[in-house]
């Protein structure tokens, strides 16, 4: 028998989040997504695990993941690898294993930084084949919108449909980030139809999709001289109100702001003491969610 093949590389790679402190959606372009207009800020918590082993044999991508619904060949990661392949002709055996600890649909962009540290991970070791940065960044925006920002890797305000990045400091050194992550999940492609829908067909004057609550709470916290805005809470909140009650909690346990990221389902708030968000994420884990604290 054989001996099995020794792997030219072993490897372990941390995976980020994101959340967006601001999310303004325009107009919906002809091939299906919006422009927008928002602020990325990468946490290292919740984070993703990615091992990797890599053989010095061409081959094709091995993937598993610690969630059976993910593990497809039509997962980013997998996609991420071919597409590189088709691209460059660089595509070496690798066996990937993913750890998810990002939930699926809460709008921290949990697959598109899977699958942007696959790309850089190739593309380092791709050699004379190995793709400039446009190029890559070029390639992952045909995989998704987020990619190109994980590629990226710093706080970074973005327009478009997400790929024209602008790195930018939004001022929050010293502070922290608790996210608070329901079991409730929010697809993209209904939250984008509900707000077209929701902008389409206006509610009557004197009919709130929000309850009281949220309409009382009108505390702006501004990052890089904008408010914190997202667009979608309108439509994700009415849909799921304990989305919204989960902000107002992040607001009476002393945040300074607190926002949806993304589409949802994830709910963050920014604390400018460490010790106040440690207090919160101790109330808050108590509560039922998944809660991360993130050093920022």
């Not at 009382?216 to 501004?222: D, G, I, L, V």
Request: aromatic share 8%; glycine share 10%.
């Amino acid at each position: 028998m054989a001996p099995s093949p020794i792997p030219a590389e072993e490897t372990v790679l941390p995976i980020p989040c994101k959340v967006n402190l601001r999310l303004a959606v325009g107009a919906r372009r002809p091939g299906g997504y919006h422009d927008i207009d928002t602020f990325f800020l990468p946490l290292p918590e919740p984070s993703d695990t990615m091992r990797l082993r890599r053989y010095d044999e061409p081959g094709d991508i091995d993937f598993t993941c610690s969630d059976p619904e993910l593990e497809t060949d039509d997962n980013l990661v997998v996609r991420a690898y071919r597409a590189y392949a088709a691209a460059t002709g660089y595509s070496p055996r690798l066996d990937v294993c993913l750890t998810k600890h990002i939930p699926h649909g809460a709008g921290l962009g949990g697959g598109s930084s899977d699958a942007a540290a696959l790309l850089r991970y190739v593309n380092d070791r791709a050699g004379a084949a190995a793709l400039a940065a446009s190029d890559l960044a070029s390639l992952a925006l045909t995989l998704g919108a987020d990619i190109p920002f994980f590629l990226l890797g710093s706080p970074a305000m973005a327009t478009g449909v997400g790929e024209t990045l602008l790195p930018s400091d939004p001022g929050l050194a010293g502070w922290c980030a608790v996210v608070v992550c329901p079991t409730a999940r929010v697809k993209t492609a209904w939250a984008y139809a509900a707000l077209d829908a929701a902008r389409a067909f206006p509610e009557k004057a004197g009919h709130s999709r929000l309850t009281s609550v949220f309409d009382t709470n009108k505390r702006a916290f501004c990052v890089t001289g904008a408010p914190m805005r997202n667009d979608f809470e309108s439509v994700v909140f009415a849909a799921h109100p304990e989305l919204g009650r989960v902000k107002e909690r992040l607001l009476a346990l002393g945040a300074a702001g607190a926002l949806l990221s993304g589409t949802g389902s994830a709910v963050f708030g920014l604390f400018r003491q460490r010790q106040t968000a440690s207090l919160a994420l101790a109330v808050l884990s108590g509560s039922g969610p998944r809660v991360y604290l993130a050093p920022l």
